[in-house]
T-cell receptor, first 115, second 107 residues
Framework: KAGVTQTPRYLIKTRGQQVTLSCSPI?????VSWYQQTPGQGLQFLFE???????NKGNFPGRFSGRQFSNSRSEMNVSTLELGDSALYLC??????????????FGPGTRLTVT | AQRVTQPEKLLSVFKGAPVELKCNYS??????LFWYVQYSRQRLQLLLR??SRESIKGFTADLNKGETSFHLKKPFAQEEDSAMYYC?????????FGTGTSLTVIP
C-alpha cells in the first residue's frame, strides 16, 4: 500500500509570509504526527492528531497550527514565518495514538526555506 | 529538558567490527523506547522497539532502567549499516527523538 505522502516537497518563502503543508497518511491510519527536523535540534514534536482532534502538542509557539480532516489527511500551517522556521517538516502516520504505541510511518518531508 | 541523549554525532567502524550506538533517556515513568534508522535518500523508518525484544538486521538493544540507557548493538557491522540512527522515547503523550548518530562502516 502507498506510503505517507507530503506536499509540497520543497518550499521557499520569505519572512512574514505564511505556509501550509499537507500530509496524506497511509490508508487506514487515523493518527498523524508532525515533526520539525533541524541539524542542531534533531526531530522535535509539533503535534499529533487522531480522528480530527489534536491529542498532543509540543513546545512550539502558536504560529504553528494544524488540523486533520475526516479522511485523516492533515495540514500544518505556520504563520508569520521566521528565518528559524527553515527546516524539514516530517509527517508520520500510525494506526493509533502515541499512547497506544503503534509504529509510526514517516513521509519524505517538506523542506521549507525561509529567506 | 533533553529527554533523549545520543552523545555521538558521528561514529565510524570497520566492516566486521562490533558497533554500539549509545542512547540515554530521562523519564520518570515507564519508558517505551525505539530505534529509528534513515538510510541515504530514504525515509526515516523503525528499526526496533524495546518491547519486542527482537533482533532486526542483526541489531539488538536492551533497556537498562538502572542506567536509563537503550544502546543499540551489532556484533559485526556491515557496509549497508551505514546510516543515521535515532533513538526515540514515547511517553504516551509524544515521541522525543535524540539528535541522531551518523554511522559509517568502513570497508
Amino acid at each position: 500500500k502507498a506510503g505517507v505522502t507530503q506536499t509540497p516537497r520543497y518550499l521557499i518563502k520569505t519572512r512574514g509570509q505564511q505556509v501550509t503543508l499537507s500530509c496524506s497518511p497511509i490508508s487506514g491510519h487515523r493518527s498523524v504526527s508532525w515533526y520539525q527536523q533541524t541539524p542542531g535540534q534533531g526531530l522535535q514534536f509539533l503535534f499529533e492528531y487522531f480522528s480530527e482532534t489534536q491529542r498532543n502538542k509540543g513546545n512550539f509557539p502558536g504560529r504553528f497550527s494544524g488540523r486533520q480532516f475526516s479522511n485523516s489527511r492533515s495540514e500544518m500551517n505556520v504563520s508569520t514565518l521566521e528565518l528559524g522556521d527553515s527546516a524539514l517538516y516530517l509527517c508520520a502516520s500510525s494506526l493509533g495514538t502515541s499512547g497506544n504505541s503503534y509504529e509510526q510511518y514517516f513521509g519524505p518531508g517538506t523542506r521549507l526555506t525561509v529567506t | 529538558a533533553q529527554r533523549v541523549t545520543q552523545p555521538e554525532k558521528l561514529l565510524s567502524v570497520f566492516k566486521g567490527a562490533p558497533v554500539e550506538l549509545k542512547c540515554n533517556y530521562s523519564y520518570s515513568g515507564s519508558p517505551e523506547l525505539f530505534w529509528y534508522v534513515q538510510y541515504s535518500r530514504q525515509r526515516l523508518q523503525l528499526l526496533l522497539r524495546h518491547i519486542s525484544r527482537e533482533s532486526i538486521k542483526g541489531f539488538t538493544a536492551d533497556l537498562n532502567k538502572g542506567e536509563t540507557s537503550f544502546h543499540l548493538k551489532k556484533p559485526f557491522a556491515q557496509e549497508e549499516d551505514s546510516a543515521m540512527y535515532y533513538c526515540a522515547l514515547n511517553t504516551g503523550n509524544q515521541f522525543y527523538f535524540g539528535t541522531g548518530t551518523s554511522l559509517t562502516v568502513i570497508p
